[in-house]
């Protein structure tokens, strides 16, 4: 099944629409560039009843970004977690995978 940019960039491509001048090709690229952030990817289990968890701190983005960022992370791991306040919390130990992942997103992580 076809989601509604794939039908977009279809009639663009037929000639049926006119190309935009900001593409989302165009904002992505200018994000990626944009990405000064220092995170930081570390493991806690204080306060958590002996679970452990994953945090990333260090976003200066928006909330809406911030989760954005989550959703695609939390997915790609296969496990919960929430966004909120700069920073980033993943269910269970995913510090490597979480430090890959950010890096491919052209996050500078420590």
């Not at 911030?66 to 995913?94: C, M, N, P």
Request: with cysteine; glycine share 10%; charged share 35%.
């Amino acid at each position: 099944m076809t989601d509604w940019k794939d039908l977009l960039s279809i009639k663009v491509a037929n000639g049926e629409l006119p190309p935009a001048e900001n593409s989302d090709n165009t904002i992505w690229h200018e994000k990626e560039t944009q990405k000064k952030d220092i995170l930081k990817v570390l493991i806690d289990r204080k306060g958590r009843k002996g679970k452990t968890a994953t945090i990333v701190e260090g976003f200066s983005c928006g909330d809406s970004e911030l989760r954005d960022i989550a959703a695609s992370l939390k997915s790609r791991l296969g496990t919960g977690g929430s966004a909120r306040g700069g920073e980033i919390l993943i269910q269970g130990d995913h510090c490597e995978d979480t430090r890959k992942f950010l890096q491919e997103m052209g996050y500078k992580v420590k």
